[in-house]
């Protein structure tokens, strides 16, 4: 599986973005997830979803973003709301066959910036 991601860039504190992470090989059963790494900070959990729809979010990220997977496209996506300079980061796709365990398949990440 190899994981490719874009739209990242620069926004505006308040602004919006959407990520797209776009799978080569199967992914239909996969869990798929966003992370994210901000300088100095470990890696951290923003959102992932099951094959059936289920997602898990960051509290951080509650009511503001949204996870969701095209099955036929292989691809998810993050639509990023509201977004605060505390979201800047690299973010990262991954991919796992378990929901209790970490991801087998990462993406190269896309960098996301948010000014005040």
């Known amino acids: 599986v190899q994981l490719v991601e874009s739209g990242g860039g620069l926004v505006q504190a308040g602004g919006s973005l959407r990520l797209s992470c776009a799978a080569s090989?199967?992914?239909?059963?996969?869990?798929m997830g966003w992370y994210r790494q901000a300088p100095g900070k470990q890696r951290e959990l923003v959102a992932r979803?099951?094959?059936?729809?289920?997602?898990e979010y960051a509290d951080s990220v509650k009511g503001r973003f949204t996870i969701s997977r095209d099955n036929a496209k292989n691809t998810i996506y993050l639509q990023m709301n509201s977004l605060q300079p505390e979201d800047t980061a690299v973010y990262y796709c991954?991919?796992?066959?378990?929901?209790?365990?970490?991801?087998?398949?990462w993406g190269q990440g896309t960098q996301v910036t948010v000014s005040s």
């Open positions: 979803i099951t094959s059936g729809g289920g997602t």
């Open positions: 090989g199967n992914i239909f059963n996969n869990v």
């Open positions: 991954a991919s796992g066959s378990s929901w209790y365990r970490a991801p087998d398949y």
